[in-house]
Each structure stands twice: as C-alpha cells, then as structure tokens.
C-alpha cells in the first residue's frame, strides 16, 4: 500500500557534488527536516532493485520496499538547474514510470524505512551465512557495525550519508577477506531515454564554474607556453642549410 499524506505533495530537488541527489524545499517542512536529507533518483532505485533481487529466495517481504518510499515523478527542470518533483500515488514497484523515492523517515527508529533497513539486513546476513562457509556464523549486528562505521565516516567529513549509500552498503556487504563467486557487479539502470537526457542536463549544469576555472587557467597556460616558444625563436640561431654543427 503506498504510502499517503496530504501535506507532502512537492519537493525540489538538486544535485550535489556528489552526484546524489538532495532536497532543498519541500511541501511539508513542519514534518520534514530537509537539511541531509536525500532522495533517491530513478536509476539508483533500479538499482536497488537489480541488489534486491537476490533476497527474494531467502525471504523478501515486497510490501515493506514499497511502503518504505513515498513516490515522485519529474514535474519539470527549473532555471536554476534545481528539479521540480510532484508526487505520486502510484505504487514505486508497479508503476511503469521512471520515480524518484523518497524514504518515510518520519520516525526514523519505527518508521517504514526503517523496518526495511532491519529486514534486508537480516536476508543479507542469512544469505552471506548460505552462501559462505564462514568459521563461526556471521551476525546482524558484525553488519550493523560496519554500517555505523560508515555514517561515522561520513559525519566526520562534515557530510550526510545518502539513503543510496546507505542501502547498497548493506546490500552489497561481504566481511572482508571474503567474496561471493556469483557476485555480478550491476550498474543503476532506466529505460527512460527521455528522463535519462533530462538527468545528464541538470548534470551538465551543475559543474559550470568548475569547468570556467578550468579553461582559464588553460588559457593561461597556453599564453605562458606561446611565450617560451617566442623566446626560444627569437634566442635560438638559426642553423645553415648544410652546414654542420660545431664540434
């Protein structure tokens, strides 16, 4: 069942230098803190899905990914390069529709979302143990703590860990010094061609005073250059035709 509010009904959204996207206004700011908080676009929930897809043998409760997310479909791209996105009653796993997923982390302890992070832990942990032959079982918790280490990282770096991020590290997890021999390395994915061109736009134009810098200082290089090779020419005598070099 998709999840319902009749307050959240727009958010905009923007790319970070990280490639990730991040909410920087929404409908219901009384219910939602937007500062870190992120969005996930329709590629990385694709692929999500293509990580999730392995789970199903080992108990993949459906309903729990989809009453995780609260669903957003493109409205439009703005000036500022910043994108418009209405929401959307259509269940995320049916729809046919490229969406963007936004995590319920209204009660970020009880919630949806965070149900489906303790379920695909436990179906990660229980499939790694199948899968491996470990010496002593492998543990919720040995998952959980690497998971922490990872949002401690980031917190020190003066960064929020992406819901992106923070799915796939449980979804790919394997304990170090091990690995998984039908492990296949997926790449996020969508059909769209149309949304996909939309996304590369808002991604051209995110980096516009990176690459103005950029070709200034090449000018500037390319001045000190034409400069050198005059010097050169005009202190470098030229060689008779025939002549052959002093020895």
Known sequence: ?????????????????????????ISDPIHWEIDGLGIIDPRQFQHILDLLEPLNEYGLQTDLVADAFYS??????????????????????????????LPDVL??????????????TKL??????????FAQKLTVEELEEEIRESQN?????????HYFTELTTILEYVPEGFELDDDEETTPK?????LVKD???????????????ADETMKWDEE?????????????PPETEGEEPAK
Not at 190 to 194: A, F, T, Y
């Open 199 to 213: 996304l590369e736009d808002v991604d051209a134009g995110t980096d516009t005073e990176e690459k103005i810098v």
């Open 124 to 133: 990660r942990i229980k499939m790694l143990n199948d899968l491996i032959d």
């Open 190 to 194: 969508s059909e769209d061609e149309e």
């Open 1 to 25: 069942m998709p999840n319902t509010s009749t307050k959240l009904t727009w958010c905009k959204a923007r790319i970070g230098e990280d490639m990730n996207w991040w909410i920087k206004e």
């Open 153 to 161: 990282g980031d917190f020190l770096e003066g960064r929020a860990t």
């Open 72 to 101: 957003f479909g493109i409205d439009e791209i703005q000036d500022d390069k910043s994108v418009l996105l209405k929401r959307v009653q259509d269940n995320i796993l049916d729809s046919e529709d490229p969406l963007f997923a």
């Open 224 to 236: 000190e250059e034409d400069e050198e090779q005059q010097y050169e020419e005009h202190t470098t």
């Open 107 to 120: 009660d970020e302890d009880k919630g949806p979302y965070a149900d489906l992070l303790d379920h695909i």
